[in-house]
């Protein structure tokens, strides 16, 4: 149980397009789901944290409108990144809370990550 | 402001060898600590995980980790290392109020040598 998909695992797209990542919950609900970014040899940072029905909340730094995020569904998120530059190639990781999760057991199941190569 | 010190950068040992890989947090309420792993080129995988109970708390692998409330740290543990621990390790901790956000450690990268 408790698996995280992501779609697609990788792209690659041209300066000044826009790329969409989905980030979906298989087996549970996800009140809140996280978007991370991991650059080479790096750790995971924290983009945003994203509430169905509501807006994200995104961390200090990130640019909102840069990086669109929707949680429309219990199931699903989604991370657009507008007009990509060469420096927005990373790995983009999502990870999901189950809606039963109490704040004593407070576990993210991590999607396989999405690689984004910007040209 | 939370942090999360992971001060072994990177760590070179030889097969069976002891390991044990330091992670210490700023944090003074309830928190919940894990330790991920990412092998080359793969995605995080879950080693193991402390929520409450017992603070030495086995994983998948042979790793163990034990939760040190007085010192806030969560160090993990393995008596003997494969090469195929080759990998970069992730300590994370989570609050358990507001937002339940994750604090990744900055990794630490073993290389076992066969």
């Known amino acids: 149980g408790a698996v995280v998909s992501q779609h697609p695992s990788w792209v690659i797209c041209k300066s000044g397009t826009s790329v969409k990542i989905e980030c979906r919950s298989l087996?549970?609900?996800?009140?809140?789901m996280f978007w991370y970014r991991q650059f080479p040899k790096q750790s995971l940072m924290l983009m945003a944290t994203s509430n169905e029905g509501s807006k994200a909340t995104y961390e200090q730094g990130v640019e909102k409108d840069k990086f669109l995020i929707n949680h429309a569904s219990l199931t699903l998120s989604t991370l657009t990144v507008t007009s990509a530059h060469p420096e927005d190639s990373s790995f983009y990781i999502c990870?999901?809370?189950?809606?039963?999760?109490?704040?004593?057991?407070?576990?993210?199941?991590f999607g396989p990550g999405t690689r984004l190569t910007v040209l | 402001a939370q942090s999360v010190s992971q001060h072994n950068h990177h760590v070179i040992l030889s097969e069976a060898a002891s390991l044990e890989l330091g992670c210490n947090y700023s944090y003074g309420g309830t928190v919940n600590l894990f330790w991920y792993v990412q092998y080359p080129g793969q995605h995080l995988q879950l080693l193991l995980k402390y929520f409450s109970g017992d603070p030495l708390v086995k994983g998948i692998k042979g790793f163990e980790a034990e939760f040190i409330k007085s010192k806030f740290s969560f160090n993990l543990r393995k008596p003997s290392v494969q090469w195929s621990d080759t990998a970069e390790y992730f300590c994370?901790?989570?609050?358990?109020?507001?937002?339940?956000?994750?604090?990744f450690g900055t990794g630490t990268r073993l290389k076992v040598l066969a």
């Open positions: 087996d549970f609900q996800a009140t809140t």
């Open positions: 990870s999901a809370r189950e809606v039963w999760a109490s704040g004593l057991y407070n576990e993210q199941f």
């Open positions: 994370a901790v989570s609050q358990n109020s507001g937002t339940y956000k994750y604090i």
